[in-house]
């Protein structure tokens, strides 16, 4: 069965830096477009980060431009964000997300990792 797996979430101060790893199996990992989501207390998810199977292309939401990276290992069958900067309005539970390219949706999910940073 396919599974994705995120770690890396805790508690930050305002201000500075945590990664975020996803681990993929049951799926060839080089074969999709890999992504990061999140959702906060009574607000819709919405997009972070994506990055195409090639990892030669990558798109961020304006809210985290320049502040976040997003890179994969197929070798590995990981991908992570970094995330530095970081800010109170960024808490929220961070989703790793998986779709077989850019013509079709986001269909493969994890269980999300929860991001708190305090002011």
């Known amino acids: 069965q396919i599974n994705l797996v995120e770690s890396g979430g805790g508690l930050v101060q305002a201000g500075g830096s945590l990664r975020l790893s996803c681990v993929a199996s049951?799926?060839?990992?080089?074969?999709?477009?890999m992504a990061w989501f999140r959702q906060a207390p009574g607000k819709e998810r919405e997009f972070v980060a994506r990055?195409?199977?090639?990892?030669?292309?990558?798109r961020y939401a304006d809210s985290v431009t320049g502040r976040f990276t997003i890179s994969r290992d197929n070798a590995e069958n990981t991908t992570a964000l970094q995330m530095s900067s970081l800010k109170s309005e960024d808490t929220a539970i961070y989703y790793c997300?998986?779709?077989?390219?850019?013509?079709?949706?986001?269909?493969?999910w994890g269980q999300g990792t929860q991001v708190t940073v305090s002011s």
């Open positions: 049951g799926l060839a990992f080089s074969s999709y477009d």
């Open positions: 997300a998986a779709r077989l390219g850019a013509t079709v949706a986001y269909n493969i």
């Open positions: 990055i195409t199977w090639t990892g030669e292309t990558t």
